[in-house]
């Protein structure tokens, strides 16, 4: 792929494994890409400025305050970049990042970008089990960026264990990847809804189902990564840096759907909707009886995707459905009967895939009668499959 055009940014670290980081420069100059280096005073340690500057063919940068032009430095190479790879990145430069401290150019770079930014950490491997560390990298993730997490083997310090920089082969080809999918997506509005439905009975009870929310989270963060401007609607609590409702029931559900929906281009119902709702909540805390059973009513709550679909105008609407039996057979009744323009269809009957999962399978049905299987893997990759699937139709 050549990366004519792309503004790559490459932040390093004080560590040994900085060294690597210059046969990563020379890669994506032959891949034509235009690279920048912003150091932290302490990377300069282990490899030199005219190394970095050389590889490069362009200045680098490590004093905050030596300012050129009008804008400032950190905002004018923050503005450059297409994206932002910190590598190696020490424990210290990730501690400071997740709690925006920005006490030199790369972490006042890191604070003001908004773009797509990969991690790729290095260090020794009690540092790398170190809770505040794994809470740091936890909130990085949670802010949109990619952690490339480091290898087992020999580290420098003399032991053996998790802390060794990632391969540079694999750096570069998420470097690839993150740069082709960046802008699938952009200038588009998407809508997710996550999670299952809570209905309730009385102030301490309710009806749910076990969606984790997570496959739904999986495709907001793929849209996000694609350029999207992304609203979640979700009854799960996350930490995101795109817009979430928080909702419990169908209708607070819906409620926020038909809200949003309108200028939105894309929507994808990956939520676990309850069919049926209490009839009659209570005020107050229903009180044990002496009668051996209880009796509460149901009463259904509104298909929220057939709504949608009947008052859409431009928008893309994507269901999902969970099946235990005859998936081929109910996901294509479904797409037609709710009138969405495609079905994700999984199979919740495996242990190994689906609800709670951290992996899924997929079928995905569009209404001109296309059909695409996705192969088991991460949610984290089916979501971008579907996404893209979709955008291609
Ligand atoms: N859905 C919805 N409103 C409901 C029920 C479901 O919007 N009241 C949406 C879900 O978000 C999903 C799709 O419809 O995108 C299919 O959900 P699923 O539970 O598989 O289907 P149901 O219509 O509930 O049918 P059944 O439970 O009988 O399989």
Redesign the pocket.
Known sequence: MTLSNKHILIGITGGIAAYKICELIRKFKKSNADVKIVCTPNSLNFVTKLTLQNLSQNEVFVQEFDVKNWKPEHISIADWADIFLIAPASANTISKIANGISDNLLTSIACAFSKKMIIAPAMNFNMWNNEAIQKNLNRLRCRGAEILEPESGFLACGYTGKGRLCGVNKIFDSVIEALKYSSVLQGQKVIV?AGGTIEEIDPVRYISNYSSGKMGLAIANSAYNMGAEVVLITTKDCDVPYKTIKVKS?LDM?KVLNEEFNNANLVV???????YRVKNYSEQKIKKSNEETLTIELV?????????CKHKVNQIV??????SENLFE?AKI?LE??G?DF?VANDISRQDIGFNSDENEVIIFSKEGNVQKFDKAPKKIIAREILEWINTK
């Open positions: 809804t169908a819906q119902m990956a939520a676990a909707v309850a069919d259904k709550n509104p298909d929220i995707l057939t709504e949608l994507v269901g999902f459905c969970a099946e109910n479904k009967k709710k969405c079905l």
